[in-house]
């Protein structure tokens, strides 16, 4: 009303009409000031009421866009007159020198929030390197424990010829180990998020039988690796590679898969459970 010189419903009007390319009107806000309810009021920021000052139609407001250019000109020029005319401001208690300066304080929070939260970033990935570093550590440190327990094994041994079930149980440990340096390959979830997954990680029907809570009795389970065998040839045209594995004390040889054939092994044991 101050600005267009129009009655309150007039100027309801005007900044009704205003166009967004002129003014946004998601920049006006509607609050409830009084306790005593009745109808909202329309507020704007100190920074946006400037924009819309620009904008408005009438008598003062056209003075106070003159008054503007007047300043955006002396600062142009270097007017060293502004100089008092600051320092004044800064100091003065008036209203709307309070407001503009709270208005800065804002300004300034918002541009230190993505920088906090940068800082705030990188103190993770820092996090995460140490972390890594003291897993790569410990893992080092095992592997040469269990590195000295074979030679201390094999000195044990008759003839220092290792039998057959301690060298399986130590060539699984070092595949295992040598598994998890692996660097692990980003995916496509089925929703669309990136996912890490390892193809390469041995798993095998009952580990995933387990993790889709499934208990299976060994007998249905050895049927299952049969039809889980008949697909994966059906599927790659041959037959799965074989590894050494302990099995009721003795060496068997058993059909090896990776984290890629979790769809396979998954598809066989849904259709057990159906």
Known sequence: MVMTGASKDYAGQHLRRLPDEFFQSCKLHDRQLSTRGGYL?????????????????????????????????????????????????????????????????????????????????????????QIQTKKQEYAIKKQDCVITSVVQYRELCQDTIMDERARLIFKDYFLNQAMSFQQPQITNGSDGSGSTVNNNKPISLSLVAGE?????????????????????VALHGKDPSKHDQ?????????????????????????????
Do not use: H
Request: some cysteine.
């Open 41 to 129: 009021t329309k507020l704007v920021s100190f920074q946006d009421a400037i924009e819309l000052i620009m904008v408005l139609p009438g008598k003062v407001a056209k003075e106070t866009r003159t008054k503007f250019a007047d300043i955006i000109r002396r600062y142009i020029a270097g007017d060293r007159s502004l100089i008092p005319e600051i320092n004044a401001n800064a100091q003065s208690d008036a209203p709307i020198a309070q407001m503009a300066r709270a208005a800065d304080a804002v300004n300034v929070d918002q541009m230190a929030l993505p920088l906090k939260r940068k800082l705030e970033e990188l103190q993770i990935a820092e996090l995460e390197i």
């Open 212 to 232: 889709m809570g499934l208990r299976i009795p060994t007998n249905e389970l050895i049927a299952l690796g049969k039809e889980l065998k008949k697909r994966y």
């Open 246 to 274: 302990l099995c009721d004390g003795r060496m068997t040889k058993v059909n090896s898969y990776m984290e890629s054939d979790r769809p396979l092994m998954q598809e066989v044991l849904r259709g057990w459970r159906a």
